[in-house]
């Protein structure tokens, strides 16, 4: 029930185009769904979040979609960039301390 | 990244040996944690930290132990390394205060157990 599930494994996007990744997740107890964007040899960096009471959150071209009935969220990047290439995880907050990530999405994107 | 450093960045090791990684911080944040990444996994917390000598098990915690005898320092235990054990450790910090708060990660370390 703590699980986050996360899909696609890998994602291949022409540039330009709209990815999209997603997450589902059990426990209702979790209360801040963070995404997190990772290069080759760094640690993840926040990239962006969304809080369950608020059902969209756009920061530039990366948009968060929260379906709070559906347990799902959402990752779209519109006009991805060969820049945006990385993986992602979604994670999910519980007991005000701890985050449980998803497994991860391989973000290629092709000039 | 600023304010939070991981050593050593590499290691390998030999089966049944105990290694230390270690965290530290400036941020002066209460909260630390480690993470293992394994391709298919995810990050996988193994402990963590919520203030000098306050610590608890994560999901994966079988095999290790830590330390946090000061709140800049965090120690991660692999007391007798196996290959299941090989894999890229993150240790993380968070203010929990901050109302939208997101963990800070470090570097990582690719640990090899040979």
């Known amino acids: 029930q703590q699980q986050v599930k996360q899909s696609p494994q890998s994602l291949i996007v022409q540039k330009g185009g709209i990815s999209i990744i997603n997450c589902a997740y059990e426990n209702t107890a979790f209360d801040y769904f963070p995404w997190y964007q990772q290069f080759p040899g760094k640690g993840p960096a926040l990239l962006i979040a969304i809080r369950p009471d608020v059902s969209e959150k756009k920061e530039g071209r990366f948009t968060i979609s929260f379906n709070k009935s559906a347990k799902q969220f959402s990752l779209h990047i519109m006009d991805s960039q060969p820049g945006d290439s990385a993986t992602y995880f979604c994670a999910a907050r519980l007991d005000t301390d701890k985050l449980i990530f998803g497994t991860g999405t391989r973000l290629q994107v092709f000039p | 990244d600023a304010g939070i450093t991981q050593s050593p960045r590499h290691k390998v090791t030999e089966t049944g040996t105990p290694v230390t990684l270690r965290c530290h911080q400036t941020e002066n944040h209460r909260y630390m944690y480690w993470y293992r990444q394994d391709p298919g996994h995810g990050l996988r917390l193994i402990h963590y930290?919520?203030?000098?000598?306050?610590?608890d098990k994560g999901e994966v915690s079988d095999g290790y132990s830590v330390s946090r005898s000061k709140t800049e320092d965090f120690l991660l235990t692999l007391e007798s390394a196996t290959s299941s054990q090989t894999s890229v450790y993150f240790c993380?910090?968070?203010?929990?205060?901050?109302?939208?708060?997101?963990?800070?990660f470090g570097s990582g370390t690719r640990l090899t157990v040979v």
């Open positions: 993380a910090i968070s203010d929990a205060r901050r109302a939208n708060y997101g963990y800070t």
């Open positions: 930290s919520y203030g000098v000598k306050d610590t």
